[in-house]
């Protein structure tokens, strides 16, 4: 039984690691032009976070409060074409023409950014 608790524990883990580092297949771009779109809320740090990094690196970018309903529920409908768990997942999700990623790093943002220009 203690095996299969280790087991089960270790496999959420896991499961919740890979939710917060992965970049899903591209869906359908909100824009014609090249955009960063960051999904968060202003109490957020990782999202403030993400909000100085790109400045920092001059990128233009579009930010919206999750805590409202139209935008949530834009963003779960883009998640889920995505294949992305809307049940639970970490702040910021940044969309990158098309591209959605939960809590990237800045470092993962900026190349697809810079590729669609």
Known sequence: MKRLLVFLFVGFGLYQAWQEV??????????AESYVVVYGRDSCGWT??????????????????????STADVLHSRMEQSGISTRRYNLPVVDVNGQLSVRPDVNDILPLYKEAL
């Open 22 to 31: 992965s970049t899903w297949g591209g869906i359908e771009p909100l824009y």
């Open 48 to 69: 403030q976070k993400m909000i100085r990094d790109l400045e920092a690196s001059n990128v233009d970018y579009y930010y919206r409060i999750v805590d409202e309903t």
